[in-house]
Nanobody, 127 residues
Framework: QVQLVESGGGLVQAGGSLRLSCVASGRTFSDYNMGWFRQAPGKEREFVAAISWSGGTTYYADSVKGRFTISRDNVKNTLYLQMNSLKPEDTAVYYC????????????????????WGPGTQVSVSA
């Protein structure tokens, strides 16, 4: 079983930046694709970004493309999400998630492809 814990959320003004981290413990982190998802108040949870087990392939939702960067450090068992040029509509609880199968290609962006989730970290962007 994998435990995931996010950190780095907070309150920031529009145009600002935050860097989220997700530390994984348990199974071999480097064998799994990883993803970031978010859920805004009153909305369903949605895909934000995903990265392959090696870090060589990344995917982004159109709403964050060019502003957010997903990366990973397989030595530190840590997933990152660098968020720049934040907008009020980025306000949400952000979750990291582990893919259910090892070394799957292509990387899936559907939530059903992920079986372990962190508790989430709140990101709030003021206008």
């Amino acid at each position: 079983q994998v435990q995931l814990v996010e950190s780095g959320g907070g309150l920031v003004q529009a145009g600002g930046s935050l860097r989220l981290s997700c530390v994984a413990s348990g199974r071999t982190f480097s064998d799994y694709n990883m993803g970031w998802f978010r859920q805004a108040p009153g909305k369903e949870r949605e895909f934000v970004a995903a990265i392959s087990w090696s870090g060589g392939t990344t995917y982004y939702a159109d709403s964050v493309k060019g502003r957010f960067t997903i990366s990973r450090d397989n030595v530190k068992n840590t997933l990152y999400l660098q968020m720049n040029s934040l907008k009020p509509e980025d306000t949400a609880v952000y979750y990291c998630a582990k893919a259910s199968r090892t070394r799957v290609f292509p990387v899936r962006i559907q939530q059903v492809a992920y079986d372990s989730w962190g508790p989430g970290t709140q990101v709030s962007v003021s206008a």
